[in-house]
């Protein structure tokens, strides 16, 4: 089973950095396509960063050269991470971690001015 579960999101003020993480079960994250999406209020959710299975990074024009995607693995934990440098308060969404047709719950980062 499938399995995406987001953490480290918080308050944090412009100019700062937080790092997302995502616990991924039930496949092996260098296999697939894997990415970060986000959805501030009244707006729809879009794309953020992703990785491919060859290992290569896409990010959104709005977080380029400010968010980093990257994969690991904690204690046999398939892990997802987005670095984010710089944050500006309309980076303020819920960020979700995904893999196709799978999402993690989402975790709230608020950047305040």
């Known amino acids: 089973e499938v399995q995406l579960v987001e953490f480290g999101g918080g308050l944090v003020q412009a100019g700062g950095s937080l790092r997302l993480s995502c616990a991924a079960s039930?496949?092996?994250?260098?296999?697939?396509?894997i990415g970060w999406f986000r959805q501030a209020p009244g707006k729809e959710r879009e794309g953020v960063s992703c990785k491919d299975i060859d290992g290569r990074t896409y990010n959104a024009e709005s977080v380029k050269g400010r968010f980093t995607i990257s994969t690991g693995h904690v204690q046999n934990t398939n892990m997802v991470y987005l670095q984010m440098n710089s944050l500006k308060p309309e980076d303020t969404a819920v960020y979700y971690c995904n893999r196709g047709e799978y999402w993690g719950q989402g975790t709230q980062v608020t950047v305040s001015s």
């Open positions: 039930g496949f092996t994250v260098e296999h697939y396509a």
